[in-house]
């Protein structure tokens, strides 16, 4: 069975103006043990995606669809069982390691607290385990008395890392874990997820506008447009043979990993991600896209069979599937 199963996942944010479609009927699954990589611009609803799975949103937003962990549905649990659920089964590493620590706290009272709130140590073992997940993450013991403040980008985002583990999750969620930090720490931070979701069997969705970086973490890769996965396959596939136009452009703006300019549009790419409230007709894609036919504009996209565990929601895919098929 998958560990995390998403089905027809939607999430509408709702502001003065009207309704945002943030993520449009986004269908994913996740073995144990796997991990899997959600790229796409900014503003193309990774972040929300993520957030909902911990139902992190705001109160005012719906949330449609189903979200299985390990068989239960996160949306339709009580309070008390999602309280539970967070950090101890699954746990949330947050964009920019700056919103996530308290900076008048002590890290090591940080680290210490999902194992304090779960019950799952008393103060002295809690400390003890602090100084052994501090070790984990490359950072020595002592820094457990450290304010967030005294400590580097790259250091804080090994913190952040620390206390997703703390309760030993079956899942961690890091959204964009490495995006703050200069090339050097950040293929550090990279090395160091990928040794203890090795190490410890974790299942992972890794978020990035950076689809070398997930390519090089993920085993499955899912790229984001404008609030719908437009293609998911195995990472090999995804970033060396992408059969969508956007993910090929996506995978072109790398590998200059971390380059601030990519973030926002891909090279190659004109255009910008169209604005959520104000969707194009047809392929949301389409004013965008270099390889465009006349139909794209009415079209209504489905993500087609591209391979084994591998589709794209691209014309050009179906027509492709339906030659080879006849
Ligand atoms: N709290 C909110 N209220 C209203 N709209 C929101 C809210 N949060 C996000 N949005 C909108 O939802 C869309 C998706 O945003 P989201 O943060 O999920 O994108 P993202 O892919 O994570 O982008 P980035 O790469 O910049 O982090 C955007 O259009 C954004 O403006
Ligand atoms: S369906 Fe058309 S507009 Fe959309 S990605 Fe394919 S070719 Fe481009
Ligand atoms: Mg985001």
Redesign the pocket.
């Known amino acids: 069975m998958s560990l995390l199963e998403l089905d027809d996942l939607s999430v509408t944010?709702r502001?003065a103006s009207g309704e945002?479609p943030?993520v449009r009927g986004v269908s994913l699954s996740l073995d144990p043990g796997a991990a899997l990589g959600v790229a796409?611009?900014?503003?193309?609803?990774?972040?929300?995606l993520a957030m909902a799975l911990l139902r992190l949103l705001?109160k005012s937003t719906r949330v449609g669809g189903r979200i299985l962990l390990d068989g239960e549905d996160i949306l339709a649990m009580k309070w008390g069982r999602m309280r539970a659920v967070r950090w101890a089964e699954a746990s949330i590493v947050f964009?920019g390691a700056q919103h996530g620590l308290n900076p008048v706290r002590r890290i090591g009272e940080q680290i210490a607290e999902p194992l304090l709130v779960h019950g799952l140590a008393k103060p002295d073992g809690a400390r003890k385990r602090v100084a052994e997940l501090l070790e984990q993450v490359g950072l020595p013991a002592w820094r457990a008395r450290s304010y967030p403040h005294e400590l580097s980008g790259g250091q804080r985002q090994r913190v952040m890392i620390a206390m997703a583990l703390a309760c030993s999750p079956r899942l961690i969620i890091a959204d964009?874990p490495t995006t703050a930090l200069d090339v050097m720490v950040q293929a550090q931070v990279l090395t160091l997820i990928k040794e203890l979701i090795a190490e410890h069997g974790i299942s992972l969705i890794m978020i990035s506008?950076d689809l070398s970086v997930l390519a090089d973490v993920c085993d499955q890769l899912a790229v984001m447009y404008a609030g719908r996965v437009v293609e998911h396959g195995p990472s090999r596939e995804v970033f060396h043979d992408a059969r969508h136009p956007y993910s090929r452009a996506l995978a072109a703006a790398f590998p200059t990993v971390g380059d601030p300019v990519s973030?926002l549009a891909p090279k190659g790419l004109g255009g910008d991600p169209p604005d959520?409230m104000q969707l194009p007709a047809g392929c949301s894609f389409h004013p965008r896209c270099p390889v465009a036919v006349e139909e794209c504009a009415g079209l209504d996209v489905e993500l087609w069979p591209a391979g084994p565990r591998h589709a794209a929601a691209c014309v050009h895919v179906r027509t492709k599937e339906e030659v080879e098929t006849s």
């Open positions: 944010y502001i945002v943030a796409g611009e900014s503003g193309s609803g990774k972040s929300s705001p964009q964009e506008h973030r959520p």
